[in-house]
């Protein structure tokens, strides 16, 4: 439950951060490698990030998907960089070639790729940390439910200011968002540890406290109102296929 709430608030910053500075973009793309070929494609992945991808803004990070219908599969993630970074992407010294020939022969056709946008106001990361699991949370918004979306952000973001401060998680909202496959934000809590998961969830409680008695109840209902569902998967970062090391610096997270 906690995750559902934290994911809520995303939507409007789509609204209300519309700043002249260039915000910055995560590029995700989920590989499914041949089950026969995974040993190659790997080896492959692995060697081209080191490669192309081990340092800047076009650095990559690959987790790998433990549950749920993308189970097994690979996503590749590059950034966070701005938009105008894309346009010098690397495309030399047999880059392309080298993605061609030592990786997507061992992938199947299907993939996916998204752009999700990063929202610091509504995220946190108060301290550096290394990365280990990640817990995704995704919800779909119904149309025309900005302004409720905003009031949802609102709340949720002051509890978490008050009562997990220390609480590593990041907000983004898809930038290319359809309307079939329910992923307009998503909730990213990173952790080292499952064991959290195995305990009560006590978001309620804390929300109670800090807006008053019952008004989680009524958050709840509010929710239900803008959101047409969610979806959770797990992750795990996988630094033996990555460019970039699992070191997140907090400054660079919070501009």
């Not at 894309?86 to 047999?94: E, H, Q, Y």
């Amino acid at each position: 439950m906690r995750k559902i709430l934290y994911l809520m608030l995303l939507f409007p910053f789509l609204v209300i951060s519309q700043g002249a500075q260039e915000y910055m973009v995560m590029e995700n793309v989920m590989l499914t490698a041949i089950p026969t070929k995974t040993a190659e494609f790997e080896a492959g992945l692995a060697a081209h990030n080191k490669k192309y991808h081990a340092e800047g803004a076009h650095g990559a990070r690959v987790y790998w998907i433990s549950n749920g219908k993308n189970a097994g599969k690979y996503i590749w993630a590059m950034g966070p960089l701005p938009w105008s970074a894309m346009d010098s992407r690397p495309a030399v010294d047999g880059h392309d070639e080298d993605w061609s020939k030592n990786v997507v022969p061992y992938t199947t056709a299907e993939s996916d790729v998204t752009y999700w946008r990063f929202h610091p106001q509504f995220s946190n990361f108060s301290a550096d940390f290394n990365l280990k699991y990640l817990s995704v949370f995704m919800v779909d918004f119904k149309r025309f439910k900005y302004a409720e979306m905003i009031s949802i952000l609102e709340r949720v973001t002051k509890v978490n200011a008050e009562k997990n401060p220390d609480e590593a998680y990041g907000v983004y909202t898809n930038e290319m968002p359809d309307s079939q496959d329910g992923r307009d934000m998503a909730f990213v809590n990173f952790f080292s540890n499952s064991g959290w998961m195995g305990r009560e969830d006590t978001f309620p409680k804390k929300f109670d406290e800090v807006h008053g008695e019952g008004s989680f109840m009524k958050f709840l209902k509010d929710v239900e109102a803008a959101t047409n569902g969610e979806r959770s998967e797990l992750w795990t970062f996988r630094e033996d296929l990555s460019g970039l090391s699992g070191t997140v610096n907090a400054q660079n997270r919070q501009e």
